[in-house]
């Protein structure tokens, strides 16, 4: 089965930005990281990143009837983004929320999640080891 890791906007410049907040890792260690430990959970690993709300949809609908689960950092879009929250619910695929840092002991808009209804769950403050956790919970659901 597919599994598809979508990171919304920043997250290209991982490694660099706020290392204190989002540690070293690149996107491109993470993307690697996460296609091992999908292998080791039986998924096949697509990933995506973009810094364009609309490509991100796009790129969802895609998913449609080819990926069996989504695990998606949708960077600072999760608090703001009704759009993405209706594009993630739209494919019916279930799909965690996922985010590095601990959104909830930042700033107070960093605590709210628009997409978290339409996600079966919520992964954060783990640093990039929350979306190895993320992928145990898809597979807990689809088992
Ligand atoms: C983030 C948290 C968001 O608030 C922020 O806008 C990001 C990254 C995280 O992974 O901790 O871009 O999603």
Redesign the pocket.
């Known amino acids: 089965m597919r599994l598809l890791v979508v990171n919304?906007?920043?997250?290209n410049l991982l490694g660099t930005r706020r290392p204190d907040?989002?540690g070293d890792a690149t996107l491109g260690e993470l993307e690697m990281r996460c296609r091992d430990w999908g292998r080791a959970l039986g998924f096949e690993v697509s990933t995506f990143q973009s810094n364009h709300e609309g490509a991100i949809i796009d790129r969802l609908h895609a998913a449609i009837g080819d990926a069996g689960g989504i695990v998606i950092?949708?960077?600072?879009l999760?608090?703001t983004s009704y759009v993405l929250h209706d594009a993630i619910e739209a494919t019916a695929i279930p799909a965690v929320e996922?985010?590095?840092?601990?959104?909830t002991s930042?700033e107070a808009w960093?605590a709210e999640s628009v997409i978290r209804p339409a996600c079966i769950g919520a992964i954060?403050g783990k640093g990039i080891e929350g979306y190895r956790e993320a992928m145990e919970m898809l597979a807990e659901h689809l088992r």
């Open positions: 919304g906007p920043n997250l907040v989002y950092n949708p960077g600072a999760g608090h996922i985010h590095i840092s601990d959104v930042r960093r954060w």
